[in-house]
């Protein structure tokens, strides 16, 4: 069992940055594939970014160079920085885990609460 608690959201201004955390609990957490999906209102949820348990990384066409998702096994913990924040980023960010390969499909199966990223236009 892997329990998932986001922070980190907030109001940020456009062209501004952010950076949300992930703190995973449970002996294996560190052997699993994390991402970070999110959902504006009326949307669907969408993939973001992706990280494997040795450090690869998959991005979203639309988030690609503007942000950046790490991990640090030791503390379980599981990073999305955010740069060049857009209005179109506003939505309730929620992070992810599952064993296996990254995929941009809603397939994981411990999920957070999410946390909220408010970019006014």
């Given at each position: 069992?892997?329990?998932?608690?986001?922070?980190?959201?907030?109001?940020?201004?456009?062209?501004?940055?952010?950076?949300?955390?992930?703190?995973?609990?449970g002996r294996?957490?560190?052997?699993y594939t994390m991402a970070w999906f999110r959902q504006a209102p009326g949307n669907k949820r969408e993939f973001v970014a992706g990280i494997s348990w040795s450090g690869g990384t998959y991005y979203a066409d639309s988030v690609k160079g503007r942000f950046t998702i790490s991990r640090d096994n030791a503390k379980n913990t599981v990073?999305?920085?955010?740069?060049?924040?857009?209005?179109?980023?506003?939505?309730v960010y929620y992070c992810a885990a599952r064993a296996g390969i990254i995929t941009t499909t809603l397939?994981?199966?411990?999920?957070?609460?999410?946390?909220?990223?408010?970019?006014p236009s």
């Open positions: 069992q892997v329990q998932l608690v986001e922070s980190g959201g907030g109001l940020v201004q456009a062209g501004g940055s952010l950076r949300l955390s992930c703190a995973a609990s294996t957490a560190s052997t990073y999305l920085q955010m740069m060049s924040l857009k209005p179109e980023d506003t939505a397939q994981y199966t411990y999920w957070g609460q999410g946390t909220q990223v408010t970019v």
